[in-house]
């Protein structure tokens, strides 16, 4: 059986990425999965500081973890390689990397940086070339969207969403990063609304401060839907969240 190879990437930054990786992890090593995640570019860090691996490995437990390059300062990737005078990654680096991980493992999930269409290299080459690189290569990969809840993100999941399909590349679904304790009427109304702008399903709600959880493993079961090795039901969600409850 061939690995699923997920590519991980945000409506913005700050949205709940690497606890999202770090969640899909976890519900695939209870299924006993072999898991291996891949940073092509970590941003903002000095050399031996964690990084965005660091926190998935301390979060969901065993799996093997890659990072292709790091940059010291909170940037783009391209213009922080640039400032530091580093070289950048390429999607043939990330397409040879998630090969070599598919290999030996049942679920290969690469964290961007940012939004899909981050720069990494001064040609403008993007998260959505590294998947389509790896689509090139022979292998199946989809894109998995991490969005905010709240007022403004039905946008940005609809521009995501269109970039997807105008690279040919599948969309596997969306994952509210961070659902508030105290959801506003927004919240509410966009359990409903953000499927309808991505085109693709809704298949998870972390809720806020998810990677302070005592038991990380539950939580994550317990937030996504089967289709990502959870229990989460999209219906039940929106039920118990329904714009006109009190």
């Given at each position: 059986m061939s690995a699923r190879i997920l590519f991980v990437t945000g409506t913005n930054t700050e949205v709940g990425k690497t606890v999202a990786t770090a969640a899909l992890a976890s519900a695939a090593l209870r299924s006993g999965s072999r898991v291996a995640v891949l940073k092509p570019g970590q941003t903002g860090l000095a050399a031996g500081e964690p990084g965005?691996?660091?926190?998935?490995?301390r979060l969901a437990g065993a799996l093997t973890t890659r990072e292709l390059a790091r940059y010291p300062e909170p940037l783009a990737p391209d213009t922080a390689a640039r400032r530091a005078g580093l070289p950048p990654v390429s999607p043939a680096e990330v397409a040879a990397e998630v090969a070599e991980l598919a290999g030996t493992h049942d679920l290969v999930l690469v964290e961007g940086a940012g939004g899909l269409l981050v720069r990494y290299d001064d040609e403008g080459r993007t998260l959505a070339d590294q998947?389509?690189?790896?689509?090139?290569?022979?292998?199946?990969?989809?894109?998995?969207?991490v969005a905010s809840a709240g007022l403004?993100?039905?946008?940005?999941?609809?521009?995501?969403?269109?970039?997807?399909?105008?690279?040919?590349?599948p969309l596997a679904g969306v994952v509210i990063?961070?659902?508030?304790?105290?959801?506003g009427l927004a919240e509410r109304c966009n359990l409903a609304d953000l499927p309808r702008s991505a085109g693709a399903p809704l298949l998870g709600a972390l809720p806020e401060r998810a990677g302070t959880a005592?038991?990380?493993?539950?939580l994550a079961a317990a937030s996504l839907a089967p289709e990502l090795g959870g229990d989460w039901d999209a219906?039940?969600?929106?039920?118990?969240?329904?714009?006109?409850?009190?």
């Amino acid at each position: 059986m061939s690995a699923r190879i997920l590519f991980v990437t945000g409506t913005n930054t700050e949205v709940g990425k690497t606890v999202a990786t770090a969640a899909l992890a976890s519900a695939a090593l209870r299924s006993g999965s072999r898991v291996a995640v891949l940073k092509p570019g970590q941003t903002g860090l000095a050399a031996g500081e964690p990084g965005d691996v660091d926190d998935v490995r301390r979060l969901a437990g065993a799996l093997t973890t890659r990072e292709l390059a790091r940059y010291p300062e909170p940037l783009a990737p391209d213009t922080a390689a640039r400032r530091a005078g580093l070289p950048p990654v390429s999607p043939a680096e990330v397409a040879a990397e998630v090969a070599e991980l598919a290999g030996t493992h049942d679920l290969v999930l690469v964290e961007g940086a940012g939004g899909l269409l981050v720069r990494y290299d001064d040609e403008g080459r993007t998260l959505a070339d590294q998947a389509r690189a790896v689509l090139g290569a022979g292998l199946a990969a989809e894109v998995l969207l991490v969005a905010s809840a709240g007022l403004g993100t039905l946008n940005i999941v609809a521009l995501t969403a269109e970039a997807l399909r105008a690279r040919g590349l599948p969309l596997a679904g969306v994952v509210i990063g961070s659902w508030p304790r105290r959801p506003g009427l927004a919240e509410r109304c966009n359990l409903a609304d953000l499927p309808r702008s991505a085109g693709a399903p809704l298949l998870g709600a972390l809720p806020e401060r998810a990677g302070t959880a005592a038991d990380f493993a539950a939580l994550a079961a317990a937030s996504l839907a089967p289709e990502l090795g959870g229990d989460w039901d999209a219906r039940a969600f929106a039920r118990t969240h329904r714009p006109d409850a009190g």
